[in-house]
């Protein structure tokens, strides 16, 4: 497919700052003799344009969020080391295995905005998304919010032994319910999943689709203020899949800020108003959903019929567009308390 | 990593070629994952009371559901297991020689500590056990290994009944070469309620404090289950406490008396079979060790909040 948008380098162009820094450069260099004042090279340093963000405004804010995965395995990473550690890990079978998912990630989200996030498997989406609901503590860097973001995901815990009646119960506990409340949205959780007539049966005889419809209402049956929704989601019958859509609305009109975590373009461009995408845990861009994703149709395409060097460069213009963002809190201002667990 | 990072040799983006810089004050912001305050974390925990109570009762009421004799196991084990150890020890290698009321002896004695050490290692496995619910939710994970303690205390109750009721009726079963004393229903039975609660406490402790060292390293698991069996051997289940000091061996009786076990089973047996009350310093030691073990261990737990939803 073409693209509309040519590739032009931007950091001769468009960039206001290039051209004055070029002007004086040319100035400088006029001026014999002074020329050693001046940076060593002219044409590629420039200071950063420092923008003020209204506090008001932002839900979110990563500031370099990096993700390093150490997780334990007899295979993996067994060639590091000296001599006597790697025969050590030969011998006893325990080893690391080092996973670099995300690397110096920095973005703001302000409010109203939904935010979709692409990217190939094993970007490192999936990692993002357990760093904003602050699951995992990131390697390095932090990630800030006003309230703690609430995920809504078909991994949300349900006890198989215990019927369905009492993992309503149970779920809306652990999300910091009170029993009143509970018992308010309890008819609300069974009408969206439709299993009025399976209440009873404990868990482990309900089918995946049944559980996972299961687990959907009860995740969305708080309105959290930010919110992120995983692509997995989209399961279920058709039947069901019309409510899931109706209340999934419902949610992000009452959310200040929504995360979108989807394989389906169509989705991303329909719902969102800025598209972050992710590759081998860089962002590579972050903007106009309709751009976006125009650039990772075409990547991808590249990358499933083996041509690798179009999509390298696909890949590359795509990061020459990238504008990236540096946090700077006011001095003394670095949030440091913590959110409440429970959901208002 | 998927595939080779072809693009990744173009050059990775370093941190500090950021050409915008967004200032902002970050006051009204809080940091995603942060551990509250110690005193924030209690009333965190409290208002999650209701799902405490809610998850260990409905976990009680499905605890046996794959067995096809169901809750009669939690009373049928420790029956088993104290037959078992009675033929072993009473019978065959004859350690009940000189206890009084040995039968009774024995069945306070297996039923305690089963009850004992399945609420530690419950509560150590509290956190790695349950990923799933850690994952999915945000309460403070204080609650998980707290409602495992909960759990084990509602489905000992039946447990605790049928204790009673076997030292009652066959406690005093007289056996060659140790006295018969009769044992009555009296007042001092009483004395369980305040000796349970405080190893209540000891176990919560232990359980909070194992949690965290489970989650972090598996390898925990393994020494929990030998620490198990070294407990039993030193908290006079099934033999007399005096034995060590008539062996000469005097220091073995001191760790005894320190073990908290020793001092909750000690403080039973001597309401129970001897209708008196124990040496005062089992209560000061479990006391202590109450208390002790509640603080540091809830210390211990609160100060790793953030890593229970690592991955391992």
């Known amino acids: 497919m073409s693209t509309s948008t040519p590739y032009v380098p931007r950091r001769h162009t468009d960039s206001e700052a290039d051209l004055i820094a070029q002007d004086l450069a040319i100035e400088l260099d006029d001026a014999a ?5 001046w ?132 779920g809306c506990l652990a999300m910091g319910l009170s029993p009143e409340q509970t018992a308010a949205k309890y008819e609300q959780i069974v009408e969206i999943s439709g299993l009025s007539d399976a209440l009873e049966m404990p868990l482990k005889t309900y089918s995946s689709g049944m559980s996972s419809r299961l687990q959907f209402a009860i995740a969305t049956s708080v309105d959290p203020d930010i919110l992120l929704i995983d692509e997995a989601l ?91 963002i540096k946090v700077d809190f006011t001095s003394g201002s670095r949030p440091k308390k913590a959110g409440s667990s429970r959901i208002r | 990593m998927a595939a080779p990072a072809l693009e990744r040799a173009g050059g990775p983006t370093e941190p500090g070629d950021a050409r915008r810089v967004a200032q902002l004050d970050g006051s009204n912001l809080i940091r995603v994952g942060a551990r509250p305050g110690l005193f924030r974390y209690i009333r965190e925990i409290w208002s999650f009371r209701h799902f405490l109570y809610y998850d260990s009762h409905s976990r009680v009421s499905s605890a046996n559901s794959y067995d096809s004799l169901g809750r009669i196991w939690m009373i049928l084990n420790p029956v088993l297991f104290g037959t078992a150890y009675f033929f072993v020890f009473g019978l065959l290698l004859n350690t009940g020689r000189g206890i009084d009321n040995f039968i009774g002896y024995l069945i306070i004695g297996v039923f305690t500590f089963r009850f004992f050490t399945a609420a530690v290692s419950g509560g150590a496995n509290a956190i790695a056990g349950n990923q799933k619910v850690v994952q999915a939710f945000n309460f403070p994970r204080a609650c998980l290994v707290i409602s495992t303690t909960v759990r084990e205390l509602f489905s000992s109750i039946p447990m605790f009944f049928v204790m009673a009721l076997l030292v ?56 929990i289950s030998f620490s198990t069996r070294i407990l039993f051997y030193t908290s006079a289940v099934f033999f007399s406490a005096d034995r060590y000091s008539d062996l000469g061996v005097d220091w073995l009786d001191t760790v005894m008396g320190l073990n908290p076990l020793f001092c909750v089973l000690d403080i039973l047996r001597h309401a129970w079979l001897y209708d008196g009350f124990a040496d005062p310093a089992r209560w000061i030691v479990l006391g202590s060790w109450a208390a002790g073990s509640m603080l540091i261990g809830f210390l211990i737990f609160w100060h790793g909040e953030e890593s229970y939803g690592k991955e391992r």
């Not at chain 2, 060659?176 to 039975?189: D, K, N, R, V, Y």
């Open chain 1, 33 to 37: 003799g002074r020329a050693e004042a």
């Open chain 2, 168 to 223: 009652l009726s066959i406690g005093d079963m007289r056996l060659g070469g140790a006295e018969s004393i009769p044992i009555t229903l009296t007042w001092h039975w009483l004395l369980f309620f305040p000796c349970i609660a405080l190893a209540l406490m000891v176990m919560l402790g232990w359980s909070l404090a194992l949690a965290r060292a489970v989650n972090a390293h598996n390898d925990v698991k393994h020494l």
């Open chain 1, 234 to 324: 989209n399961t279920g019958d058709a039947q069901f899949r019309a409510r899931t859509k109706e209340r999934l609305d419902e949610v992000r009109a009452n959310a200040g800020a929504v995360f979108l975590v989807s394989h389906s373009l169509g989705t991303i461009k329909q719902m969102c108003t800025r598209v972050i995408w992710i590759e081998q845990g860089e962002m590579l861009a972050d903007g106009d959903p309709q751009w976006v994703c125009e650039q990772y149709e075409e990547y991808t395409s590249h990358k499933s019929n083996g041509r690798t060097r179009a999509a390298k460069v696909v890949y590359e213009r795509t990061r020459l567009r990238l504008d990236p």
């Open chain 1, 39 to 170: 940076d060593e090279h002219p044409f590629t340093q420039q200071t950063p344009v420092i923008q003020t963000v209204d506090p008001e405004n932002v839900c979110m804010v990563v500031d370099d969020a990096s993700m390093t995965y150490r997780v334990r395995s007899s295979t993996g990473n067994n060639d590091s080391g000296g001599r006597i550690s790697r025969g050590l890990k030969r011998i006893t079978g325990a080893g690391w295995a080092e996973v670099h998912a995300l690397s110096n990630l920095s973005f703001i989200v302000n409010r109203g905005e939904s935010v979709g996030v692409i990217g190939t498997n094993g970007s490192g989406k999936s990692t993002l998304m357990k760093l904003l609901t602050g699951k995992v503590r990131p390697t390095s860097g932090e990630v800030y919010a006003t309230s703690t973001p609430v995920m809504l995901g078909v991994n949300a815990a349900l006890v198989k032994e215990i019927s369905g009646r009492e993992n309503i119960r149970l």
